[in-house]
């Protein structure tokens, strides 16, 4: 069985190369599988082979009120996922957009009232994050990379909130023991939230007229963390 599995939704194909090597790089790994999840349905097959997932961010919304049949099947297939690793069978760890897929399928709300433009940010850990695997190391403060329209309203049920922050109250959680879902952005160096900012400066993330300036500020934001989640997600399921 391969260990993991990184599962990109974005269509842009240069944010997706870029987003893939970013978390080849954070979680440690020589090597890491992909799957395009806009180009290629998720197989049986690839389920199976991978000890553990990493999603990506996409333009997608789960709250979109119209949706094209390709954003169906993506969002489809990231509950097929979620439901593998909340049977126990796989871990996973869904990230921005995910964390919407993961909470509508928990049965909880989503929210347009905490978005988060593109930026570091503070985020606290929760006392229960001290004893996770993943998060306990990082606690009790750790900077991130947001940039998102829609958040969970609440901790969905069954769910375990890991981070918060006034800004956005539910910035990670994780549910069961396997799957890990957090509303920012954990494997972007500076320089690749910087990068990734040219493929989205007219999506309603930033003000595209302030572009030099939002850029300057990922680029001198210090102490960024969210890689070292990652590289413990690694360590403990890959």
Known sequence: MASLLYVCVRPERGAAEAEHASFQRALGVAELDQLDLVADPLSDEVLDRHDGFVIGGSPFNVTDAV?????QRVESDLERIA???LAGETAAFFTCFGIGIVTRMLGGALTLAHPESTRATEIRTTDAAFADPVFGP?????SVFTAHKESAAAVPPGATLLATNEACPVQAYRVG???YATQFHPEPSPQDFADRMTFYRNNGY????????????IL??????????????ALTFG
């Open 67 to 71: 949706k094209t049949p390709l954003q």
């Open 83 to 85: 439901a593998r690793s």
């Open 138 to 142: 990082s606690a009790p403060l750790l």
């Open 177 to 179: 023991e396997r799957l």
């Open 206 to 217: 930033f003000d595209a007229a302030e572009f030099g300036a939002v850029e300057a500020e």
């Open 220 to 233: 001198a934001a210090q102490d960024v963390g969210g890689e070292d989640l990652l590289r413990r997600f």
